[in-house]
């Protein structure tokens, strides 16, 4: 009988922990208790940006788990984000109230602009937190249950698939730029005041949001690993190197590839979620399909099929982005675009792919066996 692949390896555990006391623990301490002005105080304006940057990880890692482990290449997963967002963003906007622009108790500033007279039925019951907070998980989850459905049903793989997830999220990206869909148009939802009755701009409550936020990292990281540790992360394995066999040996492969991508969604609907309410605006421009794209190179450049890697990438190039959107707004895109061209000709494996063969190097040859020799 097969042993089932350990969760983590005594040193991955230390590593796990280690990572988790200085996202959650160290972070909040240095923001918090240092003196203001003193060199170990993390600026309350990182807060948020570090909190951004996590949920970007979370992202990272729905990708890569389908992408690493299934050989299925998305790249339409910045809509599943953005639909998180958008739910989230939905609560947050009921949550004004009569402190919007036109004091309006149920309707936001954007429909009593536009004339509407009354709630639309999508926006009912986003008064309510938890009523959102599954909406964020259950709208994502659902669109990838009905478009994998289909797509996995008619065998459409590689290429093809990806450019359908993408035109997936470009349809998407016409649909929320339109007024009458009720989401805010163009300039999507924004000016938010609270968060379960906690002013959103307090910097308490970003704080809180950052810990929920590396909590939930966490979390999507072991739930990754216990995915790809079981017999069906095998499986998965086997569908990205050779699914035509794994189909003739009697496996649903549909199945199979159905249950992950959904799980996928999920992880990029919370992700969504955590996102919003610390950046504070969602709009439309989350689901251009470069977004997604961006997504994959994230993953690439830490290293995929690790989930390591796929974290480890989206904090990378998202500190580049941030250091280079600042310092040279016009380069950054040509910066990502030799990023992509870097990693696909001289780092096919990221940044780990890189780690493991320099280990490699330092490693002593191996003494040769002598040969015995008989008279």
Known sequence: MM????????KGWLVFIAAALVAAVLIPVLATQPAPG??????????????????????ALALDLIWGYAGILSLGHGAFFALGGYAMGMYLMRQIGTRGVYGD???????????????????WGFQNFAYAAFMA?????????????????????????????????YALLLAFFRNDMGFGGNNGLTDFKEILG???????????????????????????????TTRFGRLLLALRDAESRVRFI???????????????????????????????IINPSEFQPGNSIEVAIWVAVGGRGTLVGAILGALVVNFI?????????ELW???????????????????????AQAKQWRRPPSAPIAETVHD
């Open 198 to 228: 906690y002013d959103i701009q307090a910097p308490s409550t970003r704080l809180g949001l950052y810990i929920v936020t590396a909590v939930a990292l966490g979390l999507s990281f072991l739930v990754c690993r216990f995915v790809v």
């Open 333 to 355: 895109l040509f910066a990502l675009g030799a990023l992509f061209i870097v990693v696909t000709l001289a780092m096919p494996n990221g940044i780990l792919g890189l780690v």
């Open 250 to 280: 009697g496996y649903s492969t549909t199945g199979a590839k159905l249950f992950v991508f959904v799980l996928s969604a999920l992880l990029c609907g919370l992700a969504g979620a955590l996102y919003v309410p610390q950046v504070g």
């Open 137 to 169: 998980l259950a709208v994502p989850g659902l669109l990838a249950a009905g478009f994998g459905w289909f797509a996995f049903r008619s065998r459409v793989t590689g290429v093809y698939l990806s450019i359908i997830t993408q035109a997936m999220t």
């Open 321 to 329: 982005k941030t250091w280079l959107t600042g310092a040279a707004p």
């Open 3 to 10: 042993q089932r692949t350990p969760l983590l390896t005594t």
């Open 105 to 123: 108790p149920v309707l936001p500033d954007f429909m009593v602009f536009l004339n509407w007279r009354e709630l639309p039925v999508v926006w």
């Open 38 to 59: 003193s060199i170990f105080r993390v600026p309350a304006y990182l807060v948020p940006l570090f909190g951004k940057y996590l949920c970007y990880a979370i992202l």
